[in-house]
């Protein structure tokens, strides 16, 4: 089976850095993705890491490592418009297939 | 970008009816589409697995005969929700994908609810 573990909630400060981490159980492994789901809307693509390493995409940064069945997702400058709710998402048992995380519920403070 | 649309976007129904939602995708061929449920303050949980012209994968647990399937053609996906019930009412958003490890792009999804 495969399984993902990722804090339920994070706090932080308007202009900050926050990191939210993500570790996995797969018997497969493609890849690590992560989505930001607003309240009431539908998840939104942010990054895809399928080798070890980081991955910077504007504000937003991915980091991957394979050996340590680990990732983590890397928000810096933080902006209001960034609570919301962040999913990792591992491809294990085949490329397109992905299973979703628990989610991690980002509030952001002024 | 990749654009995906479902429709409708709510519906409010009485217990016992069956209940239709499309997902297009408009600008690109998906040979996969995914049903997802999601509950109130919880993941996504996925449904089924749609490929073009084949039938649907589902996972344990998901009823096959109350949650039909249909992916005849590359560009549309149904899923019919058969007699529904006020247990059924959820958040039903699907996605679509180029295939592989192409990343699944999501359409608005559809609010559903039971009477």
């Known amino acids: 089976g495969q399984s993902l573990e990722q804090p339920s909630e994070v706090t932080a400060v308007e202009g900050a850095i926050v990191q939210i981490n993500c570790t996995y159980q797969?018997?497969?492994?493609?890849?690590l993705s992560w989505y930001q789901q607003h309240d009431g809307g539908a998840p939104t693509f942010l990054s895809y890491n399928a080798l070890d390493g980081l991955e910077e995409t504007g504000r937003f940064s991915s980091f991957l490592s394979r050996s340590d069945s680990y990732g983590y997702l890397l928000l810096q400058e933080l902006q209001m418009k960034d609570s919301a709710s962040y999913f990792c998402?591992?491809?294990?048992?085949?490329?397109?297939?992905?299973?979703f995380g628990s989610g991690t519920r980002l509030s952001i403070r002024p | 970008g990749a654009v995906v649309s479902q429709h409708p976007s709510w519906v409010i129904c009485k217990s016992g009816t069956s209940v239709k939602i499309e997902c297009r995708s408009l600008?690109?061929?998906?040979?996969?589409m995914f049903w997802y449920r999601q509950f109130p303050k919880q993941s996504l949980m996925l449904m089924a697995t749609?490929?073009?012209?084949?039938?649907?994968?589902?996972e344990q647990g998901v009823e096959k005969d109350k949650f039909l399937i249909n992916h005849a053609s590359l560009t549309l996906s149904t899923l019919t929700v058969t007699s529904a019930h006020p247990e059924d009412s959820s958040f039903y958003i699907c996605?679509?994908?180029?295939?592989?490890?192409?990343?699944?792009?999501f359409g608005d999804g559809t609010r559903l609810s039971i009477l």
């Open positions: 749609s490929n073009e012209g084949s039938k649907a994968t589902y």
């Open positions: 996605s679509a994908s180029w295939g592989g490890s192409q990343p699944q792009h």
């Open positions: 998402a591992v491809s294990g048992s085949s490329a397109s297939k992905i299973i």
């Open positions: 600008d690109f061929q998906a040979t996969t």
């Open positions: 797969t018997s497969g492994f493609y890849g």
